[in-house]
């Protein structure tokens, strides 16, 4: 099956600074990588995605970079806020019209103010 | 985020009793998922459906069962509760790719 790795398992930045989380995954099949905040006590929350036919996507202050030839994809924040606290998930699809994830570990970022 | 919901939200159990997790969704999501969240290990998926007619095993299903009553349930059950699946449980759905989560069941097994 599917073998998603994520690093680092914790993160602690201070406010304003850029935040970057890496997932490698083994599946090469895989198309599409989105990326979940939970924040304490919440449900995961799908924040960015992206597929496989696009190296890079922004959406304001996050990003999501993929390389799919080294079969690794990484989330970007900038200049980060205490309100990004929290546990961030990379996940990767089975290929085809499957749709079904295999989740990372997760991240935890913490924010200093 | 009201579209999925899961019942009970917490629940406290004791070893060997049976004990059903209920998920519905307004979403008309045809794809539904239960996922067990532990510290450390993210979010591994126990059993998915694609629709009423189709059930399948997850990563880690041994210990669980599944039911899908209509396309907006989807139930899960512990046969018999042992205190290793003391977890957070989370139900999903989708469409296609994007998977929406409810807002989990925090189930203790003493």
């Known amino acids: 099956g599917e073998n998603v790795e994520q690093h680092p398992s914790t993160l602690s930045v201070q406010e304003g600074d850029s935040a970057v989380i890496k997932c490698t995954y083994s599946d090469s099949a895989s198309n599409y990588f989105p990326w979940y905040k939970q924040e304490l006590g919440k449900r995961p929350q799908l924040i960015i995605d992206?597929?496989?036919?696009?190296g890079e996507k922004k959406d304001q202050r996050i990003a999501v970079t993929l390389n799919k030839t080294a079969k690794h994809f990484s989330l970007h924040i900038t200049e980060t806020q205490p309100e990004d606290s929290a546990v961030y998930f990379c996940a990767v699809d089975s290929g085809g019209s499957n749709y079904k994830l295999t989740f990372g570990k997760g991240t935890l970022l913490t924010v200093n103010p | 985020d009201a579209d999925v919901t899961q019942t009970p939200r917490n629940r406290i159990t004791k070893t060997g009793k049976r004990i059903m997790l209920e998920c519905s969704q307004t979403k008309g999501h045809d794809r539904m998922y239960w996922y067990r969240q532990d510290p450390g290990l993210g979010l591994r998926l126990i059993y998915y459906s694609f629709d009423v007619k189709d059930i399948n095993k997850g990563e880690i299903s041994d210990g669980y069962s599944v039911s899908r009553q209509a396309q907006a349930k989807f139930s899960l059950s512990l046969e018999s509760a042992i205190p290793n699946q003391t977890a957070l449980y989370f139900c999903?759905?989708?469409?296609?790719?994007?998977?929406?989560f409810g807002p989990g069941t925090r189930l203790l097994v003493l």
């Open positions: 992206i597929r496989s036919n696009v």
């Open positions: 999903a759905t989708s469409s296609l790719e994007t998977q929406y």
